[in-house]
Nanobody, 116 residues
Framework: QVQLVESGGGLVQPGESLQLSCAANVRIFNFYAFGWYRQGPGKERELVAS???????DYGDFVKGRFTISSDNDQNIIFLQMNNLKPEDTAVYYCTLRRIDDTQYWGKGTQVTVSA
């Protein structure tokens, strides 16, 4: 059974940085893609960043160069480096793994709050 555990969320001020981590109990190298989604208060879940085989990355339009997705395939950890955080980035951030048949696995999320 695939298990994903996010960590690294917290309360930060606007302009600060956070790095989220997602530990997987499976070899992430064996999956087609991995990524991060978020769901803000009263909003729908949206893509933050993803990386697929071959290294192709996709980012939400709101990222605008502030976030970077990466992984440690030896440790099976997925990272999301977030810089210049804004209050509108406040959300629960979810890690995901996706198989080539579109089967998707989710973590339980980690809260990020950006507030002065």
């Amino acid at each position: 059974q695939v298990q994903l555990v996010e960590s690294g969320g917290g309360l930060v001020q606007p302009g600060e940085s956070l790095q989220l981590s997602c530990a997987a109990n499976v070899r992430i190298f064996n999956f087609y893609a991995f990524g991060w989604y978020r769901q803000g208060p009263g909003k729908e879940r949206e893509l933050v960043a993803s990386m697929a085989v071959g290294g192709r990355t996709d980012y939400g339009d709101f990222v605008k160069g502030r976030f970077t997705i990466s992984s440690d395939n030896d440790q099976n950890i997925i990272f999301l480096q977030m810089n210049n955080l804004k209050p509108e980035d406040t959300a629960v951030y979810y890690c995901t793994l996706r198989r080539i048949d579109d089967t998707q696995y989710w973590g339980k999320g980690t809260q990020v709050t950006v507030s002065a």
